[in-house]
């Protein structure tokens, strides 16, 4: 099965910028979505970003609050996804998690992914 691997995360100022990357172990992510979620503690896990693979252009889909400060991408190659965060604030703290599916559909809720990695620590700071 697919594993997928977070990296990019850490301690930030408010403010300032981050990017994640998500990794497809052993492949090329060549269909389906790969989509990023973040999960606060004692909040449920919510959709922040989302990105079609199939294509050589990737149509991407964004939280509405999120839409104005983070950017989902890929590299040429379909091998990673990345996140970048700017402007971040106090409340952009949460666990980072990349997500997959194998339908060509960018889903918003947790339970159309099949495939998880194992999640990266956002820490916003003032």
């Known amino acids: 099965q697919v594993q997928l691997v977070e990296s990019g995360g850490g301690l930030v100022q408010a403010g300032g910028s981050l990017r994640l990357s998500c990794v497809a172990s052993g492949r090329t992510i060549s269909k389906g979505v790969v989509a990023w979620f973040r999960q606060a503690p004692g909040k449920e896990r919510e959709f922040v970003a989302a990105?079609?693979?199939?294509?050589?252009?990737?149509?991407?889909y964004y939280a509405d609050t999120l839409r104005d400060r983070f950017t989902i991408s890929r590299d040429n190659a379909k091998t990673t996804v990345f996140l970048q965060m700017n402007s971040l604030k106090l409340e952009d703290t949460a666990v980072y998690y990349c997500?997959?599916?194998?339908?060509?559909?960018?889903?918003?809720?947790?339970?159309?992914?099949?495939?998880w990695g194992q999640g990266t620590q956002v820490t916003v700071s003032s």
């Open positions: 990105i079609r693979m199939r294509w050589h252009g990737g149509n991407t």
């Open positions: 997500a997959g599916n194998d339908a060509d559909y960018a889903y918003r809720t947790t339970n159309e992914y099949a495939y």
